[in-house]
């Protein structure tokens, strides 16, 4: 579940940086949202959510407005975990 999660951010990031770059801005998400302190329950169900914005377009476009300010140094890495 956590690989198709990262699979579907990692595409949505290519518009906003150059596809060499997208790589370490994932690593670097990762990092961050693993720092957060959050209960196994909790991850996973962020992880459900990213997957289910795949389908949803109203999860998808929170969550991508999520990363756009976090791109942009605007959000912490643990309001990307609260897009819904």
């Known amino acids: 579940m956590g690989?198709?999660?990262?699979r579907w951010v990692q595409e949505k990031l290519r518009p906003f940086?150059?596809?060499s770059r997208v790589p370490p801005e994932l690593i670097r998400?990762?990092?961050q949202l693993n720092r957060v302190p959050l209960?196994?329950?909790d991850r996973l169900e962020f992880i459900s959510k990213v997957n289910l914005?795949?389908?949803?377009?109203?999860?998808?476009?929170s969550l991508l407005a999520r990363l756009r300010l976090w791109l942009e140094n605007?959000?912490?890495?643990?309001r990307v975990l609260s897009f819904t």
């Open 3 to 6: 690989r198709e999660a990262a």
């Open 74 to 78: 605007i959000d912490k890495a643990d």
């Open 17 to 19: 940086h150059d596809p």
């Open 39 to 41: 209960t196994v329950a």
């Open 29 to 31: 998400l990762s990092l």
């Open 53 to 61: 914005g795949r389908f949803e377009p109203r999860l998808q476009a």
